[in-house]
T-cell receptor
């Protein structure tokens, strides 16, 4: 069973607010990812990291930013939330040498009103 | 970028029936993965495939890595109500090994 945790599970917030979605893993994985997923739809990679102080943008353009100061922690921040940011955000991690296998957290369902 | 075509988009089956779904790509992948996602949860890895032609089972689930490396299928035998969910295929290739996901197959099992 994967040990990767996301908080909060659900968040309803007003337009213009700054928010940070937390993601932590206890598996010592070097690679971490953030995916955005609309209900029942495919997952789109928005950010990833190969390790501490490494961050890269994914295939889907996003106004969010990420940081990787500690191996186990990969928070995602939105400086000014908008209704278009309403979605599910999934965090995942994998070993550096893994052939693609990623383990996912339970996700954060974000609603911006 | 790379795209995966997953079909069918949705399936309604009777409990006890077998299920088959597949993914195809215009690009070659080095790894094929199958995930299941329950409502409100993150995807859970079911099966990982690493070699063309490889056939791997996990309980009632069987998946194959296509010979051309451009496709994969997942079979579920003797379906049960807890099989309900969305099944995603995913592929990775190249040194970056980022995953590309299919659009998912929504499975409903009727009693």
């Amino acid at each position: 069973e994967a040990d990767i945790y996301q908080t909060p599970r659900y968040l309803v917030i007003g337009t213009g607010k700054k928010i940070t979605l937390e993601c932590s893993q206890t598996m010592g994985h070097d690679k971490m990812y953030w995916y955005q997923q609309d209900p029942g739809m495919e997952l789109h990679l928005i950010h990833y990291s190969y390790g501490v102080n490494s961050t890269e943008k994914g295939d889907l353009s996003s106004e969010s930013t990420v940081s990787r100061i500690r191996t186990e922690h990969f928070p995602l921040t939105l400086e000014s939330a908008r209704p278009s940011h309403t979605s599910q955000y999934l965090c995942a991690s994998s070993e550096l040498g893994a052939r693609g296998e990623a383990f996912f957290g339970q996700g954060t369902r974000l609603t911006v009103v | 970028g790379q795209q995966l075509n997953q079909s069918p988009q949705s399936m309604f089956i009777q409990e006890g029936e077998d299920v088959s779904m597949n993914c195809t790509s215009s690009s070659i992948f080095n790894t094929w993965l199958w995930y299941k996602q329950d409502p409100g949860e993150g995807p859970v890895l079911l099966i990982a495939l690493y070699k063309a032609g490889e056939l791997t089972s996990n309980g009632r689930l069987t998946a194959q890595f296509g010979i051309t490396r451009k496709d994969s299928f997942l079979n579920i035998s003797a379906s049960i109500p807890s099989d309900v969910g969305i099944y995603f295929c995913a592929g990775s290739s190249g040194s970056a090994r980022q995953l590309t996901f299919g659009s998912g197959t929504q499975l409903t099992v009727l009693p």
